[in-house]
Every structure is written in C-alpha cells, then in structure tokens.
C-alpha cells in the first residue's frame, strides 16, 4: 500500500501485507445474479433473493474496507487522505485480473453515510507494473467518438442490446459537440484504415460495443470478418493501432460473455493499459442499454466542464445512483447497478479545449423537428438485433424487404433504421434519407412514382422539368455512386396484398418488371433500399430479406413498461398474475399490445385475456380492423376452416388439424378435412400475416386473430362453438395419451419438442377439465405436460399446476370424493410426483409423510392395488435417500410382490432394476448384478427395448464401479447400439456420456472428449438441460486433468449457468467442486479453499456423502500445496471417516494411501510406510495399482527393499505379497504427487 498526498511525493505506508479476498466466491456470484439476472424476474423467491443481496451490499462493502484499511499503517494513511478538503483517489493496483475485478467501488467507510464511489472519490484500477503517470492533456474541441459494434451473430449475440441508441437521444443534453460515428463494416482492417485517414481532425474515443474473451493465450476483442465471421484481436494488438492514431480512451460496454470466466473485463483491460492505451472505461457487468446511456451521458457532460476521465466515471456513477430505476417485468424497479462502471488507467485524461456548445441545454434531450418525416410515432423499444441484422444485411445486398404481419413494427423499424443511419454517417449526407409510401389512393404504384420522389428530394423542383428517360437515368446515377437510404414502404400494395377497395390498382405484369429490373440494377451500387411488406414479396426474384416477428420477451416487457408508465391504475395491476399470462397471449406483438395495455387503467388483466381468446367482446375495435383486411383475402371455406384456430393457444399444424378433427363427434364444419386442405388453408394465412410460419409445418397465430374467429363463429353457429372447446378436451384424452406413451418410447426426443410446442394449448385444457371435473382427459394431459416440466426442470410450473389439481379434486378432508376412482387415479399421481419432488429436495420427512398417507387411504378403502406399487418405490426411494437400505429393500420388495400379484411384468423389471441399486449402494455387487439381469430378461421378454437398454446402462455403471472398463464399455456400446437402432436420441445420449466417463478413466482423453461432444451434440438436440450441463462439466475435468485451466473454467462455467436458475443443488455442488480444481491448479488457495467449503455443504445437504469424501481429497491437496501439513491431514481424516461410514473399503485403501503420501512429501517416513501399509494390506484385488505403490516405491527408493520389507513383516507377520515386491522392483522412483 502507498500513499501519494497533495504536493509530496509518493511513499510506501507500512510492510506488505497478505490480503485476504473480502469477498468469497459465492457472494461474488451473488453480486453478479443480482446485476445480471434479477430483473429479468423479479418474482417469488427471486425478488426476495434480490432484495436481500440489495441490503447485503452495504455490509460487503464495509467488509472490504476493513480488509484494506480496518487498523495499522493503512487505516492512518486513509484518514490522512480523508480528513483534507482535496479530491482523493483510491487506485487498486495489480496485474492478476482477480483482484483487478472485484467490485471495489463497494467500499464503505462505516462512518460515512455513502460507499466511497458515491461520495467524492474517485475509484480506479492500474497495473501494479511500471509508473502511474501524471495527467495527460487530450487536443479537440470538439470529442470524436469511433463506435464499433461488433456483433459476429447478428441478433443471436448473448443478450444484445444497442447502447448506440439511447446514447445519440441523450447528446443533445450534453453542452458540447459529442459527434458519433459508426465504424462500417465492424472489422480490424476498416478500424485501421478508419484511424489512418483521420489526419488532423484525429478521434479522442474509442467505444467498442461488443463481446470480449480470454484464453491461455491472453485477453481479445471480438471483431467479424469482412466475408463473415468471427476475428479474435488481441488486446495489445488492438491497443498499439489505438496508441499509433493518438487515440487515449477506449470505452468497454459489454465485453462479457456467458462462455467464459468472471474476469473478461479486467483481462481486456489490462491488456489495454499494457499496450500503451491511457484510460479504459469498462462495465464490469452486463448492463442495461439505457442504463449505460444514462451513464454515457453524464461520463459526456463532465468531460466537457474539464473533469478527468476518472471524475467523470464518477459523476456517471453518481447519475446511476440518483436514478436507479429499471424495467422488469413487474414494471420499474430499483437497482443499485452503479457500480458496473469501472476505470482503468495507464495515467489520467482530460481535454482540455473541449468548448460548450452556446445555448445547449444540460440535461433536456432533443425534440424532433415539426414535421419531420423521421420523426418515431412514440418511443421504438427493443429491436436492437434488427437493427444489427439489418447492418449486417445491407452489407451483402443493397435491396432489402423487410417483411412481417401487420401491426409488427415494420414502419416505425424502417423509421428508427433510417434516423440510425442519418445519425451515425451511414449515408453520404444527412438528407440522403428518403421515404416513399405505397398507400392506396396514390396516383401510380409504378417505378415514376418512386423516381419522382428521389429525383425531387435530391435535385430540387427543376428535376420535374426533365424528361422521363433522363430523369430515371439520373436516378440511377445517384444511387449507384453515393449512399443513400431509400425506405418503400407498404410495399404489399403494390401486388402481393392489393387494396380490396381498388383505390389504386395493382401492378401489370410490365409495371412489376420495370420495378424488378430497377431494383436489380440499384443492387449493385452504393446505395440502399429497404422496403417494408406484409409478405416475402417473391416476385422480386434474389433480394435480401429480414423477417420482423414478435418483440423479444425483454423487449416486451420493456413496452408494457413504457406504456403503462403513465397509468397508474394499469401498472397497480401488473402484480396480477393474468398480466404475465396476458403477456404471454399479447406474444410481443407490439401493435396488439399498443392498443391492448391501455385498458389496464379501467380493466381487469383476466378480463382482457378473455376477450382475447374470444369469450368476451374486445374493448378496441381498432385491433379487429387489420385482421379483417387480412381475412378479405381468404376464400369463404379458407375463413371458414380458419376458425378451428380459436381453439389452439399460440400454436397450430395442419397434421394436429387433420388428427384432432378426423373424429366423427368433431365440428361439422371440421369433420373429416384431409391435413392437405388443412396445410392449403394455413400456408394462405401466413402468406397474409394472419399466421407466421414457425417451421416444421407449425404457424404461430396473430394474437387477436382468435377473438375475430370466435367472434365470427359464435354469431355463424353458437351452439357449434359452445360445444367445441368440449370436444377438444375429448380429444385430447387420446392425444395426451398418445404423447405419454411417446415420452416412454424411441419417439421421446420427438414428443418433448411436440409438447413444449402445445404446452398453452394443453395447459388451457387442462384448466377446463379441472374446472369442470373431467378427471381422466385432466390425468391424460397432465401425464406428458409433468414428463416435460420434469425433464426440463421446470420445477415452479409443474409444482403450481399439481396444487391446482389437488384444489380442484380433494374435499375438505384432503381426499378425493368418494367412490370416484377417476379422481383418486389422478389425485395419486400428484402425490407421487410430489413426493418425488420433496425427496430430491431432501424434505424427506414431507415427503414420507405424504406417502404413507395415500398409502393408508388406498389400504382403508380398498382402492386401486396399482397405485400402491408407486408409493411402495417413493418409499424406498426415501429410504434409499436417507442411506437407511434395510427399508430400501422391503419397500422396493412389496412393491415387486404386488406386482407379481398383479402380473404387471413392466413394473417386476422396474422392481428389480431399484432392488438392484439398492444392492450396488451396499457393495453387493454380485446381487445388484442379477437383479439387474433379472430386469433385462423380462424387458427383453416383453418386446421393451428401451427398456432394455436402461438395464445395461445400470450393468454398465455397475461394471464402471467395479473397474471392469472393458465390461463396461461393453454393456454401454449395446445401449448406443440398441438406441441407435431405435432412433432414440435420449439412450444414445447417455451411451455416450458413458463412454466417455471409461475412456477418461482408462486414460484415453482423446477418445474421451469426443465422446462427450458427440454425448452434448444429443442433449442440443433434445433440448435436454441437464444432460447438457453433464457433458459441459466431464469436459471441464478432461480439461483440468490437461492443465487447460481456462478452458475448463469456461466449462464449468456453462455448466453453472445452467444449473444454478434450475437450482439444482447436488449440480451446484458439483461446479463448486470444479472451481475448487481450477482454483487449486492456479495456486488460489484462498478461492479455492471457499469453492471447496461451498461444495461440501452443498453436498452434505443432498447427502452426497461419495462426493463429500471427494471434495475433502481436493481440499488436503490446496492444504498440502499451501505447505500446511496438519490441515491437510484434517481434510484426509474426515474423507476417511465418511468412507468408513459408507463401508467403501476401496475408496478407504486410497485415503489410507493418500495420508502416507502426505507424511512422505513432509518427509516423515514412518508414518508413511504405517499408513501405506494399512492401504496395501485391504486392497481389493492386491494386485490393483493404487496411489501407496508409488508411496512404497519412493520409500524403497530412500530406504532399500530389504529394510522396507523387514518392516512390513513386521508389522503385518506375513512375507511381502510378490506382486507388490514386482512393483517397487521395476518401478523407477517418481514423484508421489503426480499419481
């Protein structure tokens, strides 16, 4: 630590001390969930899981404090510089960008009010290499920013928002001359060339809106390639090109990345200042768009008044803090996400010359002139990855149709785009941005309509002099050699979509090729031309195309937020669960929702998603209109076999048409209508923005689209309509079934991606057969819709639709009604799910209280004997939890005695296989074996070759714990093969990740990490969360073992991120325990010693006791590595006495082997031949190579044989086992620490 007071020179203040990180790892974590996450759902146990890390963040940062400045030397220096009237400064130096990043701007002084951030000091970081320079002077007069917004994957970019946007809306408020330019295209050659030509009049700042990433190689920025693609630049590399233009401050907006660790920024910007860039200002976490701009804005201001770039930090971060409110869902809430800027400095910077604009206005952005044709018609919320798609396209192709359902946004997209590309030097002059309308009632849809309005907005009244073949001449000229943005809008007027009225008639055949051949030849120049449409417009033959849907779910809820701010009735009824169902019906529909929202301030939620399905009259006429001037162009029947879509939510195919209504108690009108009619039908309504094609022959449905098609119906025909939503219901009892037994079968990949399609038309039903007591077609829906929820761990949704269930079919006793055994069927399977549920949440008193419950009342009534079978497996699974295997045992066995009672072989081989594991978990492994072949035998007798396959994956885990690798890869090649033979995803799936796990075991990491990929490339396909995290976690080991940490700490990472919102807890533990590693091969003991304390709870709370073991062993090896033997022992002892408990004398062997490794690297020889010995003599076999060979060698190494043998006789009065003597005989001595 030093000290650096005004007019002295720097000293060093006290002896280095050892810093303790304030934070741990898990608080970090929680820092970043609430920066990051919070308010993507604020709801339930998130919102009080968001509000608690809110409070904790003043004690945290009062924790740091105390760390750096709680007594000594540091303490006198920090009052010495608080207690004089001069700015302070606190600079965090190093060059580990773990201590770069942590959230120093936290630190609280507990007798000031305001953590330091927010209460005069500057906050900065430097490399600890070198000198902190004095303070740097920066020409201009005016500030010149570079934007780069780099965005390789177009509108897939993690979490992309523009900050370009909101920033230019906000300059105005700057008092000075802030001139924005958009560097096109994002590539490394444009920047370099851009910087070369800017000769005297050079940029001050460059901000890089983008992603960032490190690897073993270091720290770089993603660029794209000029034909596509991605370009990694180097930090330095990009730094020196900055450094060659005179160019001091770079600006960092969300240089981050899911994929990889929690220090990209801090790497980035190190790598900056050490390539010779003055200043970097980052955000150290994603941050909202608006958000930075705000800060952007205020970062602008101080810069100009003459403040330092660290001042100005500041004064952005004190402008967050006054203003903390963000969109979420729930409408605006608070957020203290002023700490995400950081500073980072080589030495200070100003400018100096800066001057502000006469007149300007701090603080009040800039009004749209009257009558300008740009002008937004409201806020445009959203769409940023358009925006980019567009960029990108406009890039590839000059002549671009931007195509879409009516109410989408298409025009205020094509307005936005156009202020965009005005604003930011995207055309050669600001007034090269030109609009022409296609609306009916103009005089020509023809190729002079449009000449005239270019020719006039650019040459002037004398261009209408001209004759036609020299003015379209002309016109082409101007295109092809400047750039200029020309918007067509309408353009399905002009023959796709042509008015019904006829006010101006469609395009000839002649008029529509002059249009094509023109916008062919324009393809080809400098310009751009964009065109807005209803549909794809296919006659214009090879032109670009971008597809406007719905608004993302962020964006949505940034619209209703927008709309609703100025209501306060409709914002009180956001709480209101059917807004979030309302939400999901409006579809981000921006128009529906536009019209839609508003009456919030004098209705109901649930009352307008009423009238929306078509149960109620809508309360805007305005939102009928569109839909029927769309359905103008259907032929009757087209209109009339449309309405079979009112009945579907969100989604529909023709082939679930052609199924659904093949029945003869079907709507008349339905009634037998072959899927190809039903596919003609469906094609034309997307084609007129009715539907949108989703692929796989499923159309998404306009969200108003179903109220006007019951509306129509139900004036046709009421007594058809009352009676379909019945009928549906019906069906559905053969699809729901239908789809379960699909779950069970080869078809199951295939079932999950048709449920999560159906799942609000399912869910939908399912609510109308509880609410009128239909229990059967309720069971038949519910048993697939809690197979997906279950699979995609979807934990909350299945939880709250199994307590609606149990409202709607228990009476106040808490049973079903009596002598109903459709009720009690499903009532049962609620509770067994339940129960299964609260097990894995290690509420296992809950959950054998529940069983036993539904077991006496199936005993007491003499009810369905099936349903005791499940609760007989809960009830050994409980027990199997609690490790208790004696009544593991005896439930799994009157389970397997009914069902031979019964003769239900299906649920004998399930038996079987659970006796089975019983067995494995006690060590009987020749039993599980054949309880295992057992369940095999009779799946294969029964013709269930998935079944089968699940038995030979458990023989070949059975064979993997044996150590019998070529066993197990046996039985699990036959499961690849049988489900490959099946067309089963899932069970090839697992064949692979098991594969793996031998090949890694034997040592075949090639082998092994192609296993994996190919095991992850499945779960992908599936949609398969959790599978996916298994193959992200075995690849971070592979890595790990491989001394690729970052590469493995990228693993880990995507596999944290998956299971952490799923709150997964035994998964949880597992990433602890892999950061553990990571940390213990870095040397980051103290990190690694949190990790591993936050694995062993983890694991101790979901009874993990294998793994508890485990991360104890990892844990003596951070102790060893840290020279201190005693805790090292500790760590081994308590592994030592879970495996004891356990009775897994192998896992013994090795721990007794592992203290006589420790006592041997600490040089006690003693003790590691008593330990080593004591390893050696229960080994099973003895002719297994273990860890305490190698202990052995090395002592016979110090020693010689004949003395380690005297004393191995004598401790054991037996000769010294000849495979043993073989093995330190021939083995060369080696270090123990590498086995």
Same mark, same amino acid.
Request: glycine share 8%; hydrophobic share 45%; aromatic share 8%.
């Given at each position: 630590?030093?000290?650096?007071?005004?007019?002295?020179?720097?000293?060093?203040?006290?002896?280095?001390?050892?810093?303790?990180?304030?934070?741990?790892?898990?608080?970090?974590?929680?820092?970043?969930?609430?920066?990051?996450?919070?308010?993507?759902?604020?709801?339930?146990?998130?919102?009080?899981?968001?509000?608690?890390?809110?409070?904790?963040?003043?004690?945290?940062?009062?924790?740091?404090?105390?760390?750096?400045?709680?007594?000594?030397?540091?303490? !006198?220096?920090?009052?010495?510089?608080?207690?004089?009237?001069?700015?302070?400064?606190?600079?965090?130096?190093?060059?580990?960008?773990?201590?770069?990043?942590?959230?120093?701007?936290?630190?609280?002084?507990?007798?000031?009010?305001?953590?330091?951030?927010?209460?005069?000091?500057?906050?900065?970081?430097?490399?600890?290499?070198?000198?902190?320079?004095?303070?740097?002077?920066?020409?201009?007069?005016?500030?010149?920013?570079?934007?780069?917004?780099?965005?390789?994957?177009?509108?897939?970019?993690?979490?992309?928002?523009?900050?370009?946007?909101?920033?230019?809306?906000?300059?105005?408020?700057?008092?000075?001359?802030?001139?924005?330019?958009?560097?096109?295209?994002? +590539?490394?050659?444009?920047?370099?060339?851009?910087?070369?030509? +800017? @000769?005297?009049?050079?940029?001050?700042?460059?901000?890089?809106?983008?992603?960032?990433?490190?690897?073993?190689?270091?720290?770089?920025?993603?660029?794209?390639?000029?034909?596509?693609?991605?370009?990694?630049?180097?930090?330095?590399?990009?730094?020196?090109?900055?450094?060659?233009? @005179?160019?001091?401050?770079?600006?960092?907006?969300?240089?981050?990345?899911?994929?990889?660790?929690?220090?990209?920024?801090?790497?980035?910007?190190?790598?900056?200042?050490?390539?010779?860039?003055?200043?970097?200002?980052?955000?150290?976490?994603?941050?909202?768009?608006?958000?930075?701009?705000?800060?952007?804005?205020?970062?602008?201001?101080?810069?100009?008044?003459?403040?330092?770039?660290?001042?100005?930090?500041?004064?952005?971060?004190?402008?967050?803090?006054?203003?903390?409110?963000?969109?979420?869902?729930?409408?605006?809430?608070?957020?203290?996400?002023?700490?995400?800027?950081?500073?980072?400095?080589?030495?200070?910077?100003?400018?100096?010359?800066?001057?502000?604009?006469?007149?300007?206005?701090?603080?009040?952005?800039?009004?749209?002139?009257?009558?300008?044709?740009?002008?937004?018609?409201?806020?445009?919320?959203?769409?940023?990855?358009?925006?980019?798609?567009?960029?990108?396209?406009?890039?590839?192709?000059?002549?671009?149709?931007?195509?879409?359902?009516?109410?989408?946004?298409?025009?205020?997209?094509?307005?936005?785009?156009?202020?965009?590309?005005?604003?930011?030097?995207?055309?050669?002059?600001?007034?090269?941005?030109?609009?022409?309308?296609?609306?009916?009632?103009?005089?020509?849809?023809?190729?002079?309509?449009?000449?005239?309005?270019?020719?006039?907005?650019?040459?002037?009244?004398?261009?209408?002099?001209?004759?036609?073949?020299?003015?379209?001449?002309?016109?082409?000229?101007?295109?092809?050699?400047?750039?200029?943005?020309?918007?067509?809008?309408?353009?399905?007027?002009?023959?796709?979509?042509?008015?019904?009225?006829?006010?101006?008639?469609?395009?000839?055949?002649?008029?529509?090729?002059?249009?094509?051949?023109?916008?062919?030849?324009?393809?080809?120049?400098?310009?751009?031309?964009?065109?807005?449409?209803?549909?794809?417009?296919?006659?214009?033959?090879?032109?670009?195309?971008?597809?406007?849907?719905?608004?993302?779910?962020?964006?949505?809820?940034?619209?209703?937020?927008?709309?609703?701010?100025?209501?306060?009735?409709?914002?009180?009824?956001?709480?209101?669960?059917?807004?979030?169902?309302?939400?999901?019906?409006?579809?981000?529909?921006?128009?529906?929702?536009?019209?839609?929202?508003?009456?919030?301030?004098?209705?109901?939620?649930?009352?307008?998603?009423?009238? /929306?399905?078509?149960?109620?009259?809508?309360?805007?006429?305005?939102?009928?209109?569109?839909?029927?001037?769309?359905?103008?162009?259907?032929?009757?029947?087209?209109?009339?076999?449309?309405?079979?879509?009112?009945?579907?939510?969100?989604?529909?195919?023709?082939?679930?048409?052609?199924?659904?209504?093949?029945?003869?108690?079907?709507?008349?009108?339905?009634?037998?209508?072959?899927?190809?009619?039903?596919?003609?039908?469906?094609?034309?309504?997307?084609?007129?923005?009715?539907?949108?094609?989703?692929?796989?022959?499923?159309?998404?449905?306009?969200?108003?689209?179903?109220?006007?098609?019951?509306?129509?119906?139900?004036?046709?025909?009421?007594?058809?309509?009352?009676?379909?939503?019945?009928?549906?219901?019906?069906?559905?009892?053969?699809?729901?079934?239908?789809?379960?037994?699909?779950?069970?079968?080869?078809?199951?990949?295939?079932?999950?991606?048709?449920?999560?399609?159906?799942?609000? +038309?399912?869910?939908?039903?399912?609510?109308?057969?509880?609410?009128?007591?239909?229990?059967?077609?309720?069971?038949?829906?519910?048993?697939?819709?809690?197979?997906?929820?279950?699979?995609?761990?979807?934990?909350?949704?299945?939880?709250?639709?199994?307590?609606?269930?149990?409202?709607?079919?228990?009476?106040?006793?808490?049973?079903?009604?009596?002598?109903?055994?459709?009720?009690?069927?499903?009532?049962?399977?609620?509770?067994?799910?339940?129960?299964?549920?609260?097990?894995?949440?290690? /509420?296992?008193?809950?959950?054998?209280?529940?069983?036993?419950?539904?077991?006496?009342?199936?005993?007491?009534?003499?009810?369905?004997?099936?349903?005791?079978?499940?609760?007989?497996?809960?009830?050994?699974?409980?027990?199997?939890?609690?490790?208790?295997?004696?009544?593991?045992?005896?439930?799994?066995?009157?389970?397997?005695?009914? !069902?031979?009672?019964?003769?239900?072989?299906?649920?004998?081989?399930?038996?079987?296989?659970?006796?089975?594991?019983?067995?494995?978990?006690?060590?009987?492994?020749?039993?599980?074996?054949?309880?295992?072949?057992?369940?095999?035998?009779?799946?294969?007798?029964?013709?269930?070759?998935?079944?089968?396959?699940?038995?030979?994956?458990?023989?070949?885990?059975?064979?993997?714990?044996?150590?019998?690798?070529?066993?197990?890869?046996?039985?699990?090649?036959?499961?690849?093969?049988?489900?490959?033979?099946?067309?089963?995803?899932?069970?090839?799936?697992?064949?692979?990740?098991?594969?793996?796990?031998?090949?890694?075991?034997?040592?075949?990491?090639?082998?092994?990490?192609?296993?994996?990929?190919?095991?992850?490339?499945?779960?992908?396909?599936?949609?398969?969360?959790?599978?996916?995290?298994?193959?992200?976690?075995?690849?971070?080991?592979?890595?790990?073992?491989?001394?690729?940490?970052?590469?493995?700490?990228?693993?880990?990472?995507?596999?944290?991120?998956?299971?952490?919102?799923?709150?997964?807890?035994?998964?949880?533990?597992?990433?602890?325990?892999?950061?553990?590693?990571?940390?213990?091969?870095?040397?980051?003991?103290?990190?690694?010693?949190?990790?591993?304390?936050?694995?062993?709870?983890?694991?101790?709370?979901?009874?993990?006791?294998?793994?508890?073991?485990?991360?104890?062993?990892?844990?003596?090896?951070?102790?060893?590595?840290?020279?201190?033997?005693?805790?090292?022992?500790?760590?081994?002892?308590?592994?030592?006495?879970?495996?004891?408990?356990?009775?897994?004398?192998?896992?013994?062997?090795?721990?007794?082997?592992?203290?006589?490794?420790?006592?041997?690297?600490?040089?006690?020889?003693?003790?590691?031949?008593?330990?080593?010995?004591?390893?050696?003599?229960?080994?099973?076999?003895?002719?297994?190579?273990?860890?305490?060979?190698?202990?052995?060698?090395?002592?016979?190494?110090?020693?010689?044989?004949?003395?380690?043998?005297?004393?191995?006789?004598?401790?054991?009065?037996?000769?010294?086992?000849?495979?043993?003597?073989?093995?330190?005989?021939?083995?060369?001595?080696?270090? +123990?620490?590498?086995?």
């Amino acid at each position: 630590m030093s000290a650096w007071l005004d007019g002295e020179s720097p000293r060093v203040v006290g002896a280095p001390v050892a810093l303790t990180t304030p934070l741990d790892s898990g608080e970090l974590a929680d820092l970043r969930w609430y920066l990051e996450d919070y308010l993507r759902v604020p709801f339930g146990i998130y919102e009080q899981r968001g509000l608690r890390i809110a409070e904790r963040l003043p004690e945290w940062g009062q924790a740091m404090f105390a760390a750096l400045f709680g007594q000594g030397p540091g303490r !006198e220096a920090y009052l010495a510089v608080r207690t004089r009237d001069t700015a302070a400064e606190l600079v965090v130096r190093s060059t580990d960008p773990s201590w770069l990043s942590l959230p120093w701007e936290l630190l609280h002084d507990p007798a000031v009010p305001a953590p330091f951030a927010l209460d005069g000091m500057v906050v900065s970081r430097a490399l600890s290499t070198g000198h902190v320079d004095g303070t740097f002077g920066a020409g201009g007069q005016r500030l010149r920013v570079l934007m780069v917004i780099s965005r390789p994957d177009g509108d897939r970019d993690v979490g992309y928002q523009m900050i370009a946007r909101p920033l230019l809306r906000r300059l105005s408020a700057v008092r000075g001359q802030v001139e924005v330019e958009v560097l096109r295209p994002p +590539t490394r050659e444009a920047l370099t060339e851009r910087l070369r030509a +800017t @000769g005297a009049d050079p940029y001050q700042i460059v901000h890089f809106d983008g992603h960032g990433s490190t690897s073993d190689r270091g720290a770089s920025l993603v660029f794209e390639r000029a034909g596509g693609g991605v370009e990694h630049v180097p930090a330095a590399e990009f730094a020196h090109v900055l450094t060659e233009a @005179g160019i001091p401050v770079v600006v960092l907006n969300a240089c981050r990345s899911g994929a990889v660790g929690d220090q990209v920024e801090a790497t980035i910007a190190a790598g900056l200042l050490s390539g010779g860039t003055d200043a970097v200002v980052a955000m150290a976490y994603t941050v909202h768009a608006d958000a930075a701009a705000e800060f952007m804005t205020a970062f602008y201001q101080r810069l100009f008044a003459g403040d330092t770039v660290g001042e100005a930090v500041r004064a952005g971060r004190v402008r967050m803090a006054a203003h903390p409110q963000r969109r979420s869902p729930k409408g605006a809430q608070p957020l203290a996400d002023w700490i995400v800027p950081v500073c980072y400095r080589r030495r200070e910077v100003h400018f100096p010359y800066l001057r502000p604009v006469p007149g300007a206005q701090a603080g009040r952005e800039q009004q749209p002139e009257q009558g300008d044709l740009w002008a937004p018609d409201g806020e445009l919320v959203g769409r940023d990855g358009l925006i980019c798609t567009l960029e990108t396209v406009a890039r590839k192709g000059r002549v671009v149709v931007l195509h879409g359902p009516a109410g989408t946004g298409k025009t205020a997209l094509a307005k936005a785009f156009g202020r965009w590309w005005r604003d930011t030097d995207g055309v050669d002059r600001p007034e090269w941005v030109l609009w022409h309308s296609f609306e009916p009632g103009v005089a020509t849809y023809g190729l002079d309509g449009v000449i005239s309005t270019i020719g006039l907005s650019v040459f002037g009244p004398g261009f209408a002099a001209q004759d036609r073949a020299a003015q379209r001449e002309r016109v082409r000229t101007l295109l092809a050699d400047n750039r200029l943005l020309v918007v067509w809008d309408n353009f399905e007027s002009v023959a796709s979509l042509p008015d019904p009225a006829g006010a101006t008639p469609p395009l000839d055949e002649t008029g529509r090729a002059e249009l094509r051949e023109f916008l062919h030849e324009a393809a080809t120049g400098r310009s751009t031309i964009l065109l807005t449409s209803r549909t794809q417009e296919d006659w214009l033959g090879g032109v670009q195309r971008v597809a406007v849907g719905r608004l993302t779910p962020d964006d949505a809820v940034q619209y209703a937020d927008h709309l609703l701010a100025p209501l306060p009735s409709a914002v009180a009824r956001r709480a209101d669960r059917a807004f979030g169902e309302l939400l999901i019906w409006l579809n981000g529909h921006p128009l529906s929702m536009r019209l839609v929202l508003p009456h919030l301030e004098t209705s109901e939620a649930a009352d307008l998603l009423s009238a /929306l399905r078509g149960a109620a009259a809508l309360p805007e006429d305005r939102l009928l209109a569109g839909i029927a001037y769309s359905m103008s162009h259907l032929d009757p029947d087209g209109q009339r076999l449309l309405a079979a879509v009112c009945l579907f939510q969100g989604t529909v195919s023709a082939s679930l048409l052609g199924i659904v209504f093949a029945d003869d108690d079907a709507p008349h009108r339905f009634r037998h209508v072959p899927s190809n009619r039903w596919e003609e039908v469906l094609h034309q309504a997307a084609h007129i923005g009715l539907l949108t094609a989703a692929g796989d022959g499923w159309y998404g449905i306009h969200p108003v689209l179903p109220a006007y098609l019951a509306g129509q119906w139900r004036a046709e025909d009421p007594d058809e309509f009352a009676a379909a939503e019945r009928f549906l219901v019906d069906a559905f009892l053969a699809v729901g079934a239908q789809m379960g037994e699909m779950t069970r079968s080869i078809d199951a990949a295939k079932a999950y991606r048709l449920i999560g399609v159906l799942r609000r +038309t399912m869910g939908h039903l399912l609510s109308y057969a509880l609410d009128h007591g239909l229990w059967l077609p309720a069971l038949a829906i519910l048993q697939p819709l809690r197979e997906y929820w279950d699979r995609r761990w979807m934990v909350e949704e299945s939880r709250a639709w199994d307590d609606r269930v149990l409202r709607a079919v228990e009476s106040e006793d808490g049973f079903p009604g009596p002598l109903d055994k459709s009720a009690d069927r499903l009532w049962l399977s609620v509770i067994s799910a339940e129960a299964q549920r609260l097990t894995r949440a290690r /509420l296992l008193d809950a959950a054998e209280a529940m069983c036993v419950r539904a077991r006496d009342r199936i005993l007491a009534h003499s009810l369905d004997r099936a349903g005791l079978t499940t609760l007989c497996h809960r009830l050994g699974e409980i027990a199997a939890a609690r490790a208790r295997w004696d009544d593991a045992e005896n439930w799994h066995s009157e389970s397997l005695a009914l !069902e031979e009672e019964l003769d239900d072989r299906a649920g004998i081989a399930w038996s079987h296989r659970a006796l089975g594991d019983v067995a494995k978990a006690r060590g009987q492994w020749n039993k599980a074996r054949g309880r295992y072949l057992k369940s095999r035998k009779l799946k294969d007798e029964l013709g269930d070759r998935r079944g089968a396959a699940l038995a030979c994956s458990a023989l070949g885990t059975l064979a993997e714990i044996r150590k019998h690798w070529d066993e197990a890869q046996n039985w699990h090649r036959e499961v690849r093969d049988i489900s490959e033979e099946l067309g089963d995803d899932d069970g090839q799936g697992r064949a692979m990740h098991q594969l793996g796990a031998v090949a890694q075991r034997l040592g075949q990491f090639d082998a092994a990490e192609v296993w994996y990929h190919m095991s992850l490339e499945v779960s992908e396909r599936m949609g398969d969360p959790l599978a996916r995290a298994a193959s992200y976690v075995e690849l971070g080991r592979l890595a790990l073992h491989r001394d690729r940490v970052d590469e493995a700490e990228q693993w880990v990472h995507q596999h944290r991120a998956i299971v952490e919102p799923l709150g997964v807890r035994r998964q949880m533990a597992v990433s602890y325990q892999m950061l553990g590693g990571v940390a213990l091969k870095r040397g980051h003991g103290d990190a690694a010693v949190c990790w591993l304390g936050k694995a062993i709870a983890a694991f101790e709370d979901v009874g993990d006791q294998h793994n508890v073991a485990g991360s104890h062993h990892v844990l003596s090896e951070v102790w060893k590595q840290r020279g201190q033997r005693t805790e090292a022992e500790r760590c081994l002892h308590e592994a030592l006495a879970v495996e004891e408990r356990l009775g897994d004398r192998t896992a013994v062997a090795a721990s007794y082997g592992e203290l006589g490794r420790l006592a041997a690297d600490f040089g006690d020889v003693d003790v590691a031949l008593d330990w080593t010995f004591q390893s050696l003599a229960i080994v099973e076999p003895p002719s297994r190579i273990i860890v305490s060979h190698y202990v052995l060698a090395h002592v016979v190494a110090r020693l010689g044989l004949e003395e380690v043998e005297r004393r191995w006789i004598r401790a054991t009065d037996v000769p010294l086992p000849a495979a043993i003597r073989t093995f330190v005989e021939g083995r060369e001595p080696r270090r +123990t620490d590498d086995n």
